[in-house]
């Protein structure tokens, strides 16, 4: 028996997944083996605040390596979306991936982080980001989930195409999301012990991220008059 076009898609979808998923897993291996070795040579006793200083060619050559990996996980999402909100979908969800499984590989390969609340340094671009391990796993859940939503409209031949305001809101729920990650400075600078994360910040942004979009799919929805 023949397949109908929407089982072939169907099923080219869920490969798609698949491999998408795969990729993420697979990076943030990468990216914990490399972890793995820098601790090994700047905390061989237990990864700990405050911050032991780099030396800046090892700085330099680490922000670069970030750099690359965010080029990776743009390409293999442009290359496997066929629009821009699909690719942007793809983007969150192997970055996501990568963030949840570059835990999970530090946890099998060095067994940190003892508990959710450890503190870690997130990334380097344009300064440092630190925060509890809890709250880049609450987000990168967020991206998974938003992202389906996402994909579920535009694989139903619905539309997804986001107003000014609610790029607006989105965006400035990631800005103070980012910001709960570099207010602290003076810990992010290896200068003190890190002070209370702002989860309130990350409450809102998170909060604004998902009524921006559950405000795009109301929207958008066929047979629904458009929020102004």
């Given at each position: 028996m023949e397949r109908t076009i929407e089982e072939t898609s169907?099923?080219?979808?869920?490969?798609?997944?698949?491999?998408?998923?795969?990729?993420?897993?697979?990076?943030?291996?990468?990216?914990?083996?490399?972890?793995?070795?820098?601790?090994?040579?700047?905390?061989?006793?237990?990864?700990?605040?405050?911050?032991?200083?780099?030396?800046?060619?090892?700085?330099?050559?680490?922000?670069?390596?970030?750099?690359?990996?965010?080029?990776?996980?743009?390409?293999?999402?442009?290359?496997?979306?066929?629009?821009?909100?699909?690719?942007?979908?793809?983007?969150?969800?192997?970055?996501?991936?990568?963030?949840?499984f570059y835990y999970i590989w530090l946890k099998v390969l060095l067994g940190w982080p003892e508990g959710l609340f450890d503190w870690d340094i997130l990334f380097l671009i344009p300064m440092p980001w630190i925060a509890p391990v809890l709250s880049p796993v609450i987000v990168s859940f967020c991206l998974i989930?938003?992202?389906?939503?996402?994909?579920?409209?535009?694989?139903?031949?619905?539309?997804?195409?986001?107003?000014?305001r609610e790029w607006a809101i989105a965006v400035g729920g990631a800005f103070l999301i980012l910001l709960s990650y570099i207010v602290d400075q003076d810990a992010a600078r290896s200068l003190a012990?890190?002070?209370?994360?702002?989860?309130?910040?990350?409450?809102?942004?998170?909060?604004?991220?998902?009524?921006?979009?559950?405000r795009c799919l109301i929207r958008t929805r066929k047979g629904e008059k458009p929020l102004e």
């Open positions: 169907e099923k080219s979808r869920t490969g798609l997944l698949f491999f998408l998923f795969l990729f993420g897993v697979v990076m943030a291996y990468f990216e914990a083996a490399v972890v793995v070795y820098l601790r090994q040579l700047y905390y061989p006793e237990g990864f700990r605040f405050p911050l032991k200083v780099m030396e800046n060619h090892i700085l330099l050559v680490e922000i670069g390596r970030e750099a690359a990996s965010i080029v990776m996980l743009l390409a293999v999402a442009l290359i496997a979306g066929r629009s821009f909100y699909e690719r942007f979908a793809f983007f969150a969800i192997i970055f996501a991936l990568w963030d949840i989930i938003g992202a389906a939503f996402i994909l579920k409209r535009l694989w139903s031949g619905g539309v997804f195409a986001p107003n000014y012990l890190p002070g209370s994360y702002r989860w309130n910040f990350l409450a809102v942004g998170v909060a604004a991220g998902f009524y921006a979009l559950a």
